[in-house]
Every structure is written in C-alpha cells, then in structure tokens.
C-alpha cells in the first residue's frame, strides 16, 4: 500500500503521509509495533521537517512514532525522540499549549518506562506546576501527575 501511494502521490505529498500513517496505525492494531515504528520514522522526520513540528499530522506520526518504539520494546528510543519533539515544539507553543503538555507526559511516561525514574519525576514534576496553575490542584489530570510523580519518585 506504502508503495503504491510512492508510485502515485508525491513523496512529499500530504496524502502519502496519511497513507503511510493508517498503514503504520493497522500494523500497530495488528501487533507489530515494531513494523509501524519503521514503517512511520521516515515519514514522521519528513513531516517535521516539512510541515513544521506543531502541524497537525507532523504531531501526530511523531506521538504515533514515539508511541511505537515504546510498545516496541525501546523505550528509551521513545523518550530520545520526544526530547528532541519537546524541543522543536517548545520553541512554536506556550507552555500551557496542550499539544506540548502531550510531548511532555508522554515523554516522562516512555522515561519512566526506560528506567530513568528521576528524568521521569522531574518530568511530570515541571508539568505538574503548569496544570497547577492552569487546571488548578484538583483537576483530576493535576492529581493523576501528582501520583505518577510519586510513583517515579518511588521507583527511583
């Protein structure tokens, strides 16, 4: 399907992109994560590149793609690429920006799951003040941070 879409569309067509992202979306529905992830990575850095890190399919093959190689069994290749998403996205967004709130869970989520259990709290600890101030402390989303920091904390 990925190549077919290459013979017709434009490499850098937007309608490639969704081609190749609901194929990487139906080998993770099958099981394959690590499939998706290598199915998805060329396109995800394309559409960064392209389209900019905050456009709306460049974000989501990028969480998509972060997703992946987490449930793939790499973690850490997770987190490395949501450091460098959280980067790119923090320079176009204010902090209370949803879309970089979402880079920043999950990549304290995939550090977590690494092992880095202080990168991790630090993590939702920063994220935490910002749903503070912005949802305040009892926000269900507030409290649910305040238990994984403990628990990164924990763990740690």
Not at 2 to 8: G, I, K, Q, S
Not at 18 to 40: E, G, M, Q, T
Not at 78 to 94: D, F, T
Not at 127 to 149: H, K, M
Request: aromatic letters at 6%; proline letters at 6%; a negative charge.
């Amino acid at each position: 399907m990925a190549d077919l879409a290459r013979e017709v569309l434009p490499a850098d067509d937007a309608g490639t992109w969704l081609v190749i992202l609901h194929l990487a979306s139906a080998l993770y529905a099958a099981k394959n994560p690590a499939a998706a992830a290598d199915r998805l990575a060329p396109v995800a850095a394309r559409a960064r590149q392209v389209l900019g890190p905050v456009d709306p399919l460049a974000l989501v093959a990028a969480l998509n793609l972060a997703r992946y190689l987490g449930e793939g069994g790499h973690p850490s290749a997770a987190a490395k690429h949501l450091a460098e998403l959280r980067a790119a996205v923090a320079a176009a967004l204010p902090t209370s920006d949803a879309r970089l709130s979402e880079v920043r869970f999950d990549l304290a989520h995939w550090l977590a799951a690494a092992g880095e259990h202080q990168a991790a709290a630090t993590e939702y600890r920063a994220l935490y003040a910002d749903y503070c101030q912005t949802y305040g402390p009892d926000a269900p989303a507030t409290v649910r941070l305040y238990e994984l920091i403990n628990q990164a904390t924990s763990e740690g």
